[in-house]
T-cell receptor, first 113, second 116 residues
Framework: KNQVEQSPQSLIILEGKNCTLQCNYTVSPFSNLRWYKQDTGRGPVSLTIMTFSENTKSNGRYTATLDADTKQSSLHITASQLSDSASYICVVSAGEYGNKLVFGAGTILRVKS | DTEVTQTPKHLVMGMTNKKSLKCEQHMGHRAMYWYKQKAKKPPELMFVYSYEKLSINESVPSRFSPECPNSSLLNLHLHALQPEDSALYLC???????????????FGPGTRLTVL
């Protein structure tokens, strides 16, 4: 069964601190893995997307890693800001053409001052 | 234009009402999607349109009726909904569903639907 599991479920950190979110997946055939940021009541916004051959990708203060052997990914947020408070969703594309998305339940991040 | 727009932002309707949600994109994408998202849950796929034809219906009740009038527009017609249908409805689009490439989906801001 295709599954994406994220940890922790929620996280509270102080502004300026770093944090790392985890994603484990059992999806086959694997096409690509994306991290989305979703503000409450808004649509998800893509942060990074990685294929099988990519093991790290950065977008500003966000750095995602992918270990295709262990089927794990992480999202590292550096120097967190209050605006980073959101749900972070790991999404794995399955299927030959990657058009079937398998969503994780998300990690709710709260950054406080 | 790299945006997916959705209207209305909020909708409150009774169980006997008929209403429609609208989604629009001008990125030349040929695949469009409807998702339903309950609070603190990930989005659940409802429908996929590919080249204006319905390609996936994830066993959605018939009180939800999708329509794709052209490659830029996607509607979701609502009729006789139940209170448990209250959710955030997200529209997304991507270049295609059959291309062997990054098939990144771009999401709209969603319509917050409340059924009384």
């Amino acid at each position: 069964k295709n599954q994406v599991e994220q940890s922790p479920q929620s996280l509270i950190i102080l502004e300026g601190k770093n944090c790392t979110l985890q994603c484990n997946y059992t999806v086959s055939p694997f096409s690509n893995l994306r991290w989305y940021k979703q503000d409450t009541g808004r649509g998800p916004v893509s942060l990074t997307i990685m294929t099988f051959s990519e093991n790290t990708k950065s977008n500003g203060r966000y750095t995602a890693t992918l270990d295709a052997d262990t089927k794990q990914s992480s999202l590292h947020i550096t120097a967190s800001q209050l605006s980073d408070s959101a749900s972070y969703i790991c999404v794995v594309s399955a299927g030959e053409y990657g058009n079937k998305l398998v969503f994780g339940a998300g990690t709710i991040l709260r950054v406080k001052s | 234009d790299t945006e997916v727009t959705q209207t209305p932002k909020h909708l409150v309707m009774g169980m006997t009402n008929k209403k429609s949600l609208k989604c629009e994109q001008h990125m030349g994408h040929r695949a469009m999607y409807w998702y339903k998202q309950k609070a603190k849950k990930p989005p659940e796929l409802m429908f996929v349109y590919s080249y204006e034809k319905l390609s996936i219906n994830e066993s959605v009740p018939s009180r939800f009726s999708p329509e794709c009038p052209n490659s830029s527009l996607l509607n979701l017609h609502l009729h006789a909904l139940q209170p448990e249908d209250s959710a955030l409805y997200l529209c997304a689009s991507s270049r295609a569903t059959g291309a062997r490439e990054y098939n990144e989906q771009f999401f709209g801001p969603g319509t917050r639907l409340t059924v009384l």
